[in-house]
């Protein structure tokens, strides 16, 4: 298994070890907003197992019926973890809605607390392994992981000062409107991340200083040819494809030509490994006089 399959691997361990601390919190205490915080915990390690599958997918070779590879089941994975922490986020408001209308005491808030509080530990740790991980290695369900863990763990610190509030002021309504808010936050979690993975399946370009970071080496490393143009990109999965127009002279040989292409290539696989990349070669009657020009 790759080293990015070990890792979304140890995050079911580690979603199902912090559901059990916050399930147990939960329990001890009977607080709602400590419940919504046990409930997106369940999300994580559905998630999480949906990660892992999406991984596997996605590594296989590219075949006779997908020559482009499996890369986009990262995005398909990123987006229904999106909607299982909406869903999770309308269950929260339910649950919350329930307690406002018949408030209870709290039980053992400290211990219930400090179980939590070594759940959110936990689980920031985690997250900045994941995202860092994700980001180096461009797997999008790594990073979608990262962030939903990450918001969790911003979300956990919130119901832990406003049960703490409830506590120390005895005024009991805190508690639901604390998981309220949780359910908010959920939620804009959620939303955030199927909006970045429809981008993704939607072939959305790179970023703006990736694309001119691009057409800067070509610039630089395309000497003998006159232009490049109709320059496009689009990302999938952890992959950027790249194609573009190479004008050269049309007294140019062939082997001259491929050998400008293959040097722009180096130059870019050399600083962006990830670049799949197509160059058209075309005489210099084809040129439009704009896109990219060779330095």
Known sequence: MSRTGTIAAGSVLVGCLVLALKLAAWRLTGSSALYSDALESIVNVAASLITLAALRFAARP??????????????????IEGVLVVLAAIEIFQHAWMTWLAPMPLRAPLHGLALNGLATALNGGWAVLLLRHGRRSRSPALVAD??????????????????????????????????????????????????????????????????????????????????????????????????????????????????????????????????????????????????????
């Open 62 to 79: 590219a075949d006779a019926g997908h020559p482009y590879g499996h890369d986009k089941a990262e995005f398909f994975a990123a987006v």
């Open 146 to 295: 990262g962030q939903h863990l990450m918001a969790d763990v911003v979300t956990s610190l919130g119901v832990a000062i406003g049960v703490g509030l409830a506590v120390t002021t005895g005024y009991l309504a805190l508690d639901p409107l604390i998981a309220a808010a949780t359910g908010l936050h959920v939620l804009w979690s959620g939303m955030k991340t199927i909006n970045s993975s429809v981008s993704g399946l939607m072939d959305a370009a790179p970023e703006p200083d990736v694309v001119e970071r691009i057409r800067s080496l070509v610039a630089a490393h395309a000497e003998g040819a006159l232009e490049a143009h109709d320059l496009r990109t689009r990302h999938a999965g952890r992959l950027t494809f790249l194609e573009f127009h190479l004008v050269v002279p049309g007294s140019m040989s062939v082997a001259d030509s491929h050998a400008i292409c293959d040097r722009i290539e180096a130059a870019l696989k050399a600083e962006m490994g990830h670049l799949v990349i197509t160059i058209h070669v075309e005489p210099e009657v084809k040129a439009k006089q704009h896109g990219v020009p060779v330095l």
